[in-house]
């Protein structure tokens, strides 16, 4: 069994190490090349402190390069015995490099490192996960405008209520997006702050340059206070969750909507037949299985911020193995979110839309209002109307006018789709995902 770095002249009791360890090893290899990466800025900051010689710089992140490699091709292993990513790098680098490969964890502890991995994992996945929403979208503004003169009914109460459009509906799901991606931005923010240098918490006597490690792994500022760095841990995973379950709640309310709609109770939209699975006794079954998962899966992630709070929540200030237990729930998040977006945007691409539901008189209540409105257009006080237009609904003489006129902002008649667009290309711009790709870039290149 490989010796732990912590590890002195006792062993750890086996039962112990296995209850420890917990998960870590599986967890951990979503930060491999995140591992490395911190761990190049480090070693390129302490050469220029002259912790490290240039010769030894050179060959470490000749190495590094190499496991970074190894790491990006999902061929990286933690290997049995060893305790986590950071001890298989280091590890790796050893066998190789000898004592020189000791020498990376000079002025650094465990809790910045992972502290940086976890950042540089998640502002990653955030710029992923932007680029799946952005892509979901468009689509749902092209939608919105390939069917914005198809009516449909409105809902309240699940009730038939007033008329709307598919122009809306798909519309109302982009603007929702908007916000969503509000909200990511911010704890992109969070996220975007560097904790390297702050070791276990107080700093060290070392004379680190934290602004170099900084600059080198383009993060947009340092979290300068050592202490808050490690108080950070779980804030900031807190912080991204929530951004999370908001595109989450936005994919599982449409999902809900999509199964819904696609039912033969409403028949307003077709899902693709190569979308939807069969049953083993009912030959007709076309399920809506993607949109059933997608509404699961997306409850789940909306929960969250609750279960990483449960777990930081009390927690005074310091470093604490809880924190281990976060990674469980909040690095797998990604992944799966991701996957509802791209299977969601992938059907959205695909259905079809029936343009001809209001053409069923079950629906033609819906332009009471239309018929009210009209009549206090033409002189009649509106309560007048609203009774008028009541009675005569309950004596089955309404007749509907279907022809309607809705001009003000994020009507029917004017969706504002170019105002919604303006919005989300704002946000996209504002991260500035470039900045940390080109300092990724010259680190992994040289």
């Keep these: 069994m490989a010796q732990k770095l912590w590890e002195k002249s006792v062993s750890v009791n086996a039962e112990i190490d ?45 190495e590094m390069r190499a496991v970074y490699a190894i790491a990006q091709s999902g061929d990286f292993v933690i290997e049995d015995g060893v305790e986590d990513v950071h001890s298989q790098v280091e590890l790796m680098l050893t066998r190789t490099l000898g004592d020189t490969g000791k020498k990376i964890h000079s002025g650094r502890s465990r809790n910045d490192q992972i502290l940086v991995d976890l950042k540089l994992f998640t502002r990653d996945k955030i710029q992923e996960l932007t680029s799946n929403v952005s892509e979901m979208f468009d689509i749902l503004i092209s939608k919105s405008e390939e069917y914005k003169k198809v009516l449909m009914p409105g809902y309240t109460h699940l009730q038939i209520a007033m008329p709307s459009s598919f122009g809306l509906w798909f519309g109302a799901y982009a603007e929702s997006l908007v916000d969503d991606l509000q909200l990511l931005q911010a704890a992109y923010k969070i996220c975007n702050r560097n904790p390297l240098g702050s070791a276990a918490g107080y700093g060290s006597s070392f004379p680190l340059n934290r602004q170099m490690t900084t600059d080198l792994l383009g993060f947009d500022s340092m979290n300068y206070n050592v202490i808050y760095a490690q108080m950070g841990r779980g804030k900031m995973e807190r912080s991204v969750s929530f951004a999370l379950a ?98 969601v945007t992938y059907i959205l691409k695909e259905l079809k839309v029936n343009k001809n539901i209001l053409e069923d008189e079950r629906y033609a209540p819906i332009f009471s209002v239309e018929e009210v409105n009209r009549l206090v257009l033409s002189g009649v006080p509106f309560r007048d109307a609203y009774k008028q237009v009541g009675l005569s609904i309950e004596a089955g003489t309404f007749v509907s006018d279907k022809e309607i006129h809705h001009t003000h902002e994020g009507s029917i008649g004017n969706l504002c789709n170019d105002k919604i667009q303006e919005l989300m290309q704002q946000l996209l711009q504002s991260f500035h995902f470039e900045t940390i790709n080109k300092a990724e870039a010259a680190l992994i290149k040289g």
């Excluded at 360890?21 to 390129?44: F, N």
């Design 18 to 62: 296995r209850f420890t360890v917990g998960k870590d090893r599986e967890m951990d290899l979503y930060l491999a090349k995140y591992d490395v990466l911190g761990s190049m800025a480090h070693v390129t900051m302490l050469e220029s402190v002259g912790l490290l010689t240039r010769d030894e710089k050179e060959i470490l992140l000749k």
């Design 246 to 343: 908001s595109i989450a709640a936005t994919l599982s309310k449409l999902a809900f909507d999509g199964c819904m709609f696609n039912s033969q109770n409403f028949g307003f939209i077709k899902l693709p037949d190569e979308c939807t699975t069969g049953s083993s006794i009912m030959p007709h079954k076309k399920n809506p299985d993607v949109f059933e998962l997608t509404r699961a899966k997306c409850n789940k992630i909306q929960n969250l911020p609750q279960q990483i709070s449960s777990i930081i929540n009390n927690l005074p200030s310091g470093y604490f193995r809880d924190y281990q237990i976060i990674k469980e729930v909040f690095l797998p998040a990604f992944d799966e979110l991701t996957d509802c977006l791209r299977m």
